[in-house]
C-alpha cells in the first residue's frame, strides 16, 4: 500500500465520522483545533483505522497522531 493509498483512507475515514466532504479534511488538518475531534473521537478513530488496517496502534504512539499525515506517517512502519 502507497502513502498515498494511506492517506486517502485516513482521510475518507475522518471524513465519514465527521459526516463532511472529503475536500475538507487535509493532510495537515489538526484532529483538535480544525476537526474539532475531542478525545472519544480520537479514541473512535483510533480503533476505526486499527480495523480498516489490521494493525494495533501503539498506546504511547496515539497523543502524536495528530493529523492525517502523521497518522499516515506512523502507519507506514506498523503495515508490513
Do not use: H, W, Y
Not at 502513502?3 to 493532510?27: F, V, W
Not at 484532529?31 to 474539532?36: E, R
Not at 492525517?68 to 503495515?79: A, F, G, M
Amino acid at each position: 500500500m502507497t502513502e498515498q493509498e494511506i492517506l486517502l483512507k485516513i482521510r475518507q475515514l475522518t471524513a465519514e465520522k465527521l459526516g463532511k466532504p472529503l475536500e475538507q479534511i487535509l493532510p495537515d488538518s489538526n484532529f483538535q483545533s480544525d476537526l474539532d475531534f475531542d478525545s472519544l473521537d480520537i479514541s473512535e478513530i483510533v480503533m476505526d483505522i486499527e480495523d480498516a488496517f489490521n494493525i494495533s496502534v501503539p498506546e504511547d504512539q496515539i497523543e502524536s497522531l495528530t493529523t492525517p499525515q502523521k497518522v499516515t506517517d506512523l502507519l507506514k512502519t506498523l503495515i508490513k
